[in-house]
């Protein structure tokens, strides 16, 4: 009976006391960051063309090389960075002759190895046209083809 008793009294004791503790309890913070990277694109018919001319068509005249444009979902001012492989310079493929210095026209631009050769416009631009003007040629040009390659590169603000 002490011993039941003992039992009694220590179910009892142990039922009080588990009502004193506190529940356990901890929380956090979630922080959560969406992030969409900045993008600018080059548009238009010049974006990877190529362009095919016989002398007659460019012998002092300017010629459309199609249109160029940007599109961004950046807002502001793009820098357009015009360069050329030759320096502006129309050379033999074979010979390495230049039958010609030329310039690029974009957006009001003349683009040439003299020129500066940056436009800045907005980052959202539609196309307009981007033209080649070449200068009177040579009385006599050597048969094959001359050539050169312009790189445009665009870079937000």
């Given at each position: 009976?002490?011993?039941?008793?003992?039992?009694?009294?220590?179910?009892?004791?142990?039922?009080?006391?588990?009502?004193?503790?506190?529940?356990?309890?901890?929380?956090?913070?979630?922080?959560?960051?969406?992030?969409?990277?900045?993008?600018?694109?080059?548009?238009?018919?010049?974006?990877g063309s190529t362009n095919s001319f016989v002398t007659?068509?460019?012998?002092?005249?300017?010629?459309?090389?199609?249109?160029?444009?940007?599109?961004?979902?950046?807002?502001?001012?793009?820098?357009?960075?015009?360069?050329?492989?030759?320096?502006?310079?129309?050379?033999?493929?074979?010979?390495?002759?230049?039958?010609?210095?030329?310039?690029?026209?974009?957006?009001?631009?003349?683009?040439?190895?003299?020129g500066a050769n940056t436009v800045t416009q907005s980052?959202?631009?539609?196309?307009?046209?981007?033209?080649?003007?070449?200068?009177?040629?040579?009385?006599?040009?050597?048969?094959?083809?001359?050539?050169?390659?312009?790189?445009?590169?665009?870079?937000?603000?």
């Amino acid at each position: 009976m002490n011993f039941t008793k003992t039992l009694i009294a220590a179910g009892i004791l142990l039922a009080s006391s588990s009502s004193v503790f506190a529940a356990a309890t901890d929380s956090t913070d979630i922080s959560i960051n969406v992030t969409k990277d900045a993008y600018v694109n080059l548009i238009g018919t010049a974006v990877g063309s190529t362009n095919s001319f016989v002398t007659s068509d460019i012998d002092a005249k300017t010629v459309s090389l199609g249109t160029l444009g940007l599109e961004s979902n950046s807002q502001g001012q793009c820098d357009m960075t015009f360069s050329s492989a030759n320096g502006y310079q129309l050379k033999h493929n074979t010979s390495g002759a230049t039958l010609v210095n030329y310039e690029i026209s974009y957006a009001g631009v003349t683009n040439s190895a003299a020129g500066a050769n940056t436009v800045t416009q907005s980052c959202n631009t539609a196309a307009t046209s981007l033209d080649l003007v070449s200068p009177a040629l040579p009385a006599v040009v050597d048969a094959g083809t001359y050539s050169d390659t312009v790189t445009v590169t665009v870079v937000t603000q």
